[in-house]
């Protein structure tokens, strides 16, 4: 069972983590959804801890997993309003394409957290 922690309102410029249980995962991620919005990927991170980001956030946005801790974290810097959705926390196998084995946005996620909202104000 997914279920995220963390997050919260801040200021524009400020910080905020979110944290995850990512026990036996081989492929997570973090989605947001903004109102009015679709679903979006933020990043992704494989079990070696190899990641991908979404280019609105890279530079600014750090997704790390603890696997001794059994513990995904998404550390969100520099946030703007923007950056204002429910973020979510996913797991799923990675997808296999010409033998290679990718962990990115186009994995089928099939374990999804409950959510964590993040509000930033300008």
């Known amino acids: 069972q997914l279920l995220e922690s963390g997050g919260g309102s801040v200021q524009a410029g400020g910080s905020l983590r979110l944290s995850c249980p990512a026990a036996?995962?081989?492929?997570m991620a973090w989605f947001r959804e903004a109102p009015g919005k679709e679903r979006e990927g933020v990043g992704t991170?494989?079990?070696?801890?190899?990641?991908t980001y979404a280019d609105s956030v890279k530079g600014r946005f750090t997704i790390s997993r603890d696997n001794a801790m059994n513990t995904l974290s998404l550390q969100m810097n520099n946030l703007k309003p923007e950056d204002t959705a429910m973020y979510y926390c996913?797991?799923?196998?990675?997808?296999?394409?010409?033998?290679?084995?990718?962990?990115?946005?186009?994995?089928?996620?099939?374990?999804w957290g409950q959510g964590a909202q993040v509000t930033v104000t300008s």
């Open positions: 996913a797991a799923g196998r990675p997808r296999v394409s010409d033998y290679v084995s990718f962990c990115d946005f186009a994995v089928e996620f099939t374990n």
């Open positions: 036996g995962y081989m492929c």
């Open positions: 991170v494989d079990v070696h801890g190899t990641t």
